[in-house]
């Protein structure tokens, strides 16, 4: 049986370089968000995440080419009570930051504060970039805190990554849990709900030929 080169992964091996390239890969910088906002409408996004987790995001709104005036809207964040979690009138550029403290949909609306145009006056643009989680902590300034080197700096965040699909799994499977509990006790609510409804049928259906047994004696219909 040959032995392996030294130096050589073995097959089905994957080398550390390679392992760390394909989870850099992972944890790249999300796109932004853009899009046309028009005047007096209305437009929110939204998305569920998970509890005690850091959410960062930079936004800018441009003014309509050719506009005499500057971009006019409200930006709102809440969650789905209603708390309002960020908020700023007449908002062109900045930047917010939270941490949710339950898992909750979150939802980040942008209202147009321009009149109605006859369709001379262009949308606004409006450019959101929200990260939330690994991607929205700055681990340029960890490594300037922590005085790290650029490999262990990559390692923090590739940690960070694997304690986020960790706690993800496991609130999938807690999840999972809490559905199956819910079935299990939805099927033995309508089990006993059907056998109740059997007994009233079959007690039901005992009255009925008693009571008819009864008519037809008192009409001597039968002996």
Not at 8 to 36: D, E, K, N
Not at 159 to 164: A, F, G, H, R
Not at 191 to 200: A, E, N, P, Q, V
Request: net charge neutral; proline share 7%.
């Amino acid at each position: 049986m040959p032995l392996p080169l030294p130096g050589r992964p073995r097959l089905g091996q994957a080398p550390l370089p390679a392992l760390l390239l394909l989870l850099a890969v992972l944890v790249g910088p999300a796109r932004p968000i853009s899009f046309q906002l028009p005047g007096k409408a209305r437009k929110c996004l939204r998305e569920e995440i998970h509890r005690d987790t850091l959410v960062t995001g930079e936004y800018e709104i441009g003014a309509p080419p050719g506009s005499s005036t500057g971009p006019s809207a409200n930006l709102k964040i809440t969650d789905s009570a209603g708390h309002i979690l960020y908020a700023k009138e007449d908002a062109t550029k900045g930047k917010f930051a939270f941490t949710t403290e339950d898992y909750d949909m979150f939802e980040a609306c942008f209202e147009s504060k321009l009149p109605v145009g006859t369709g001379r006056m262009p949308d606004q643009l409006v450019v959101l970039d929200m990260k939330h989680g690994v991607e929205a902590k700055n681990y340029e300034e960890i490594a300037k805190v922590e005085k790290l080197k650029p490999l262990e700096v990559e390692l923090r965040r590739l940690e960070d990554l694997s304690e986020s699909i960790v706690n993800d799994f496991a609130y999938m499977k807690k999840r999972e849990e809490e559905m199956r509990d819910t079935n299990e006790s939805t099927n033995t609510r309508v089990l006993y709900f059907s056998i109740f409804s059997m007994c009233c049928l079959i007690g039901l259906a005992t009255w009925q030929v008693f009571y008819l047994r009864r008519f037809f004696k008192a009409k001597k219909l039968i002996e």
